[in-house]
């Protein structure tokens, strides 16, 4: 196997030194055009590479995003690749690091990827995460940092996250136009801001239709199937149980789904269910799941477009926020009332 060539092999064939070789790759002013010439071409026939670390000191940039997230769920991963298409085109390398919902591997990541010496961050805070001290340090040394999906208002810059008031608000109008009115929501952990947004869109809906909010109705938990399935089954044991449940992830929805099927009620006759994301398995239980669609991949790909922006712009960007619209998707685990026909004009005769 050939040895690869070094910028002292392509130094010594011309026997010049090797920051004359160096200042030719950098199409440097001071070299005589023969000179880079002779260079470009020795490096052309010997396939020479330069070093990527050696290049990333001398520019000071490695073109390497890195890219925290909670995990790597369908919602998450479709995010990611949003990013990575964007950052590929653009000629950024992605480097993911997952938090696991926890703010220590979160602070851990951080770290780890400043150590590798990323160019900036894409953020999507952990649902631990209560401190962003972290986050400021990232600040201080002026990097390039933005927030998407799960943002918080206590540290600044740019972000781009999904309107999950409107997606709770949507999910809960839905259920109230099916006739159901004593609806539940699995909230997620009470300091999580999407959770939280979602939970204020259901609260808005409730307020439209004038119906009392019970706390008791309102259920905090993690993002989990098995806390959802618990959750779900400590609101149907109650004498007064909902008739129907929102659930702020589709992960919930599936737990609330089973908890539903083991008290042997039947959706939506008994009981409705919608959840949030629109991940393909909610089109494949029996029922099938409503479900509130955030268009991830764009969001992904939004954020990535803002990263690059921010690396050309260092200054005006932290008061920027891109907010996405979501969509409701109505299946048979929430539909009780059929949408009305259409009715027809009768044909005109002929003639008349």
């Not at 851990?108 to 894409?122: A, C, H, K, P, Q």
């Not at 009470?190 to 439209?208: C, H, P, S, T, W």
Request: with cysteine.
């Amino acid at each position: 196997m050939n040895k690869q060539a070094t910028i002292k092999d392509i130094a010594r064939t011309l026997n010049i030194s090797v920051s004359t070789v160096s200042r030719a790759l950098r199409n440097a002013p001071d070299i005589k055009p023969d000179t880079r010439n002779a260079v470009m071409a020795l490096c052309e026939e010997l396939s020479y590479q330069p070093s990527r670390l050696a290049l990333s000191f001398q520019q000071r940039q490695t073109h390497t995003i890195g890219v925290i997230v909670p995990n790597l769920d369908w919602v998450l991963s479709q995010m990611v690749k949003g990013i990575d298409e964007v950052a590929l085109e653009a000629g950024y390398t992605v480097m993911v690091c997952q938090s696991n919902e926890s703010f220590g591997r979160e602070m851990v990541n951080t770290r780890r990827l400043l150590e590798s010496l990323v160019d900036g961050f894409i953020i999507s805070v952990s649902s631990e995460t209560k401190v962003f001290d972290h986050f400021r340090k990232i600040q201080q040394k002026k990097m390039p940092m933005v927030f998407f999906d799960r943002v918080s208002p206590d540290i600044a810059g740019p972000r781009v996250r999904l309107d999950n008031v409107d997606g709770g608000y949507q999910a809960t109008m839905h259920l109230l136009e099916q006739g159901y009115r004593r609806i539940a929501v699995l909230a997620g952990p009470r300091n999580l801001g999407i959770g939280n947004d979602r939970l204020e869109g259901y609260l808005q809906a409730l307020k439209q239709h004038r119906i009392k909010v019970d706390p008791d109705l309102i259920k905090y938990c993690d993002f989990n199937q098995q806390n959802a399935f618990e959750a779900t089954n400590d609101l149907l044991r109650r004498k007064k149980r909902p008739d129907a449940i929102f659930a702020i992830s589709d992960r919930m929805a599936i737990g609330a789904l089973l908890a539903i099927r083991d008290w042997d009620l039947q959706m939506p006759q008994d009981i409705g269910l919608v959840g949030f994301n629109n991940e393909p398995a909610v089109s494949l239980v029996t029922p099938t799941i409503s479900s509130v669609e955030q268009p991830a991949f764009e969001l992904g790909k939004t954020a990535a477009k803002l990263f690059i922006e921010r690396m050309h712009n260092d200054s005006g960007m932290d008061d920027v926020e891109i907010v996405l619209k979501p969509k409701l998707f109505v299946r048979a685990s929430s539909l009780k009332k059929e949408a009305p026909a259409k009715v027809l004009p009768p044909k005109r005769k002929r003639g008349v």
